[in-house]
Nanobody
């Protein structure tokens, strides 16, 4: 059973920074791509950024420039560096991993980590 465990969330003042981590229970190289999403209360889960096994990144337009996704395959860990945080960034942040096994798409999610940005 593949597990993804997020960490690094917490309370930060507006303008501050946080780095989220997501550690996989197996080699992160086994994922075709990994992503970060977030969900604020009453809202849908929104895409933040993704990174392929080859290192190609993609970002939500509204977050480009403030958030940076990266991965360290040696540590089986995905990161999200968040800078210039705003109160509207307050949400639960989720790690996601996608792989294809025997021709079937498999998606895995972490349990989420709360990020609260105070004004």
């Amino acid at each position: 059973q593949v597990q993804l465990v997020e960490s690094g969330g917490g309370l930060v003042q507006a303008g501050g920074s946080l780095r989220l981590s997501c550690t996989a229970s197996q080699s992160s190289r086994s994922f075709d791509f990994m992503s970060w999403y977030r969900q604020a209360p009453g809202n849908q889960r929104d895409f933040i950024a993704s990174i392929t096994s080859g290192g190609t990144t993609s970002y939500a337009d509204s977050l480009k420039g403030r958030f940076t996704i990266s991965r360290d395959n040696a540590k089986n860990t995905l990161y999200l560096q968040m800078n210039s945080l705003k109160p509207e960034d307050t949400a639960v942040y989720y790690c996601h991993g996608h792989m294809r096994i025997l021709g079937k798409d498999q998606d895995y999610w972490g349990q989420g980590t709360q990020v609260t940005v105070s004004s």
